[in-house]
């Protein structure tokens, strides 16, 4: 079974970055699609950002465009969401999610979670 660990939450300032790892281990993570969901207290899970297999297809909330981008390193099977531009709303637990799928499919639907990382905007 695929497992994924997500890394690199933390506090910061509202303005600063952060750049978020989402690790698999046991299998390539080449072979599945990758999202992004964060969860805000008392909130169901919400979509960031997707990326295919092959990494040529991406996709974005509304709410991060423009400030966030994901990256996929199969060398380091590993998965990237950069935050730039942070802001107090986007503080909530960040979770890494995986699917099999095509290989240029961005899917929001998931088989796998990782246990999250929290991210903290504040000043």
């Known amino acids: 079974q695929l497992q994924l660990v997500e890394s690199g939450g933390g506090l910061v300032q509202p303005g600063g970055s952060l750049r978020l790892s989402c690790a698999a281990s046991r299998f390539k993570l080449a072979y599945y699609a990758i999202s992004w969901f964060r969860q805000f207290p008392g909130k169901e899970r919400d979509g960031v950002s997707c990326i295919s297999r092959n990494g040529g297809s991406t996709g974005y909330a509304d709410s991060v465009k423009g400030r966030f981008t994901i990256s996929i390193d199969n060398a380091r099977n590993a998965v990237y969401l950069e935050m730039n531009s942070l802001k107090p709303e986007d503080t909530g637990i960040y979770y890494c999610?995986?699917?099999?799928?095509?290989?240029?499919?961005?899917?929001?639907?998931?088989?796998?979670w990782g246990q999250g990382t929290q991210v903290t905007v504040s000043s």
């Open positions: 999610a995986a699917k099999s799928a095509p290989p240029a499919v961005c899917t929001w639907a998931y088989d796998y």
